[in-house]
Structures are given as C-alpha cells and as structure tokens.
C-alpha cells in the first residue's frame, strides 16, 4: 500500500477454501456481507450497502446483539479490478486494500489497512484478523442455498414503496401472487418477530416466522428467518428448518431520479428456486402498480 502518511500499516491474511469467483461475490454482495462481517459471535451487521466502482461507497452497520453499542463503518472506493483488488479510503481517511490470489481452486487474501490510533496495533490486528477468518469459514460452508436477486424501477419515492410494502393491506396485495391469503402478524420494528403465514386450500394455516434484524425507514428491510408454523405451532428447531434457519430476506429502497428502484436478495434451496424466480417478479410487479397510484 503507498503511503500518503505516516500512519503504521497492518496486514492480515487468510486462504480460503473455495474458488476465487465465489470469493469474491461472497466479499462484495451486500446480502452476504450481513452474514459474515463480525469478528465475535456477539456482533452482526445489520445493514450494507455496496457500490462496487471507482467512487462509489460501502457501508456496513456493525453491532452488538444485545444492542448495546453500534457503528457504521463506510468508505470510498479508489480502485476496483475485479477478483483482483479493492482499494479505498475509510470514513475517517485512512486507507485500506485488499488483494485476491488465485491458487488452484483456493484464494488467498491479503489485507492491508492503516491502523487507528484509539486502540493497540495488537488489538485491531486481532479484531481484523477474526473478521477475516470469520469470512473464510462462511466462504467454505457448503450448502445447495442460491442466492435470488429481483430488481423493479417504480415511479414512487423510497418513501411511498417502503409504506406501502408494509402496510398491512398492501402487504396483503403485492404479496397474493404467492398465497391469496397471505398476511403477516407482528410489526416491523427492529428486533420484532414476524409471523408470515397464509392458509392452504385445506384452510390450514401455515408459514414461517422471522425477525426484523434491521429496519432503516424509506431504505432498508433485512428479515432473518429462524421457523416455521403448522397451524397452530411454531417449530424452531429439527430437521424441517435446519436447513435454513438464519436465511435472510433482503430489502433495498434506492433513489432513482423521481423513483424508486428496489432490490431483493433472499436465499432459497433448490427446490423452491423456481417457484420464486416466478413469483417474485409478479409480487413486485403487483408492490409497483400499488405504489403508483
């Protein structure tokens, strides 16, 4: 890393036992991101961002699970080679890069970063280096969950689409194209359970529950989803949600020009892949027509 300061420069590294192209989508997509970007198990992030360009911006919303402490890491991009190298400036002006070795089918990283002068060299060494591992374990997890991107412009303010998703009769609406009776029970603060649930056509009632790991109002909805419901039982545990409990369901809220374009990231096993690659796009097709009105 050039130096534009005196400031001491700490690197860390790491081989992970996957493919570099996986690698990388594992270290740039936000809704991954979310999932590994902790250095403790008593820390989650809870909200990113990614513009993955030359001047674009991160952020990440880092916390404590108890709630008790949190902060926002962010910064600029400088440079940008794809499966290669990431190059910035933190919030606070201190530089950082990244870099990406291809070895066969492993990939070593290797970060660089100047320190900080709150705390020990040894400390923020540590607290990196766990980030780091914490990522490598998550990047070599085997599993058959893909990961689904939907996207839809819709000429309403992030503030119109967000209300509107969550409004108890537009939520009924935009999400009917999955279950006509689809419903949810509970609010949409952070850290709240949500029931989302519907009848079969035996008039069985049934659905999943999850939690509102982040709520940023006109920006931002994660869900994280730990079980299931069976009429009139929750199951949190066993085979029937193993799986996937701690699946996340992903919403973004960006401006664009006089509208909105809105993002969804969730994870799905194989077998319910295509059903959702056919029903997403109606669900946002249906959250537009609504919004727009």
Request: aromatic letters at 14%; charged letters at 30%.
């Amino acid at each position: 890393m050039e130096q534009a300061s005196s400031k001491p420069v700490i690197t860390i590294e790491t081989l992970v036992n996957a493919k570099i192209d996986k690698v990388w989508a594992y270290w740039t997509e936000p809704a991954f991101i979310i999932k590994w970007n902790a250095a403790s198990d008593d820390w989650h992030t809870t909200f990113s961002v990614n513009d993955l360009r030359a001047g674009g911006k991160f952020i990440s919303r880092m916390e404590a699970k108890d709630g008790s402490f949190g902060f926002e890491f962010w910064g600029i991009y400088d440079k940008v080679e794809p499966m290669t190298l990431i190059e910035s400036t933190m919030g606070d002006g201190r530089k950082m890069k990244v870099e990406f070795f291809e070895e066969g089918d492993k990939t070593k990283i290797i970060e660089s970063f100047e320190a900080e002068t709150e705390n020990s060299l040894e400390m923020q060494r540590t607290g990196w280096q766990a980030i780091l591992d914490n990522f490598g374990k998550f990047a070599e997890k085997s599993t058959d969950n893909v990961l689904l991107r939907f996207e839809k412009t819709i000429n309403a303010s992030p503030e119109k689409v967000f209300k509107t998703m969550i409004d108890k009769d537009g939520y009924k609406q935009w999400t009917a194209p999955f279950n006509e009776t689809s419903q949810f029970e509970g609010t949409w603060e952070k850290g709240s359970k949500m029931l989302f649930i519907g009848t079969d056509s035996n008039g069985k009632r049934g659905g999943m529950i999850g939690r509102v790991k982040e709520n940023r109002p006109y920006e931002f909805i994660g869900i994280e989803y730990y079980g299931l419901v069976k009429e009139d039982e929750e199951i949190t545990e066993g085979p029937e949600v193993d799986s996937w409990a701690g699946s996340m369901e992903n919403y973004w809220f960006f401006p664009e020009g006089n509208g909105t374009k809105m993002v969804v990231n969730l994870e799905s096993n194989q077998e319910f892949m295509s059903y959702f690659q056919e029903t997403w796009p109606n669900a946002l097709e249906v959250l537009k027509n609504i919004s727009e009105k």
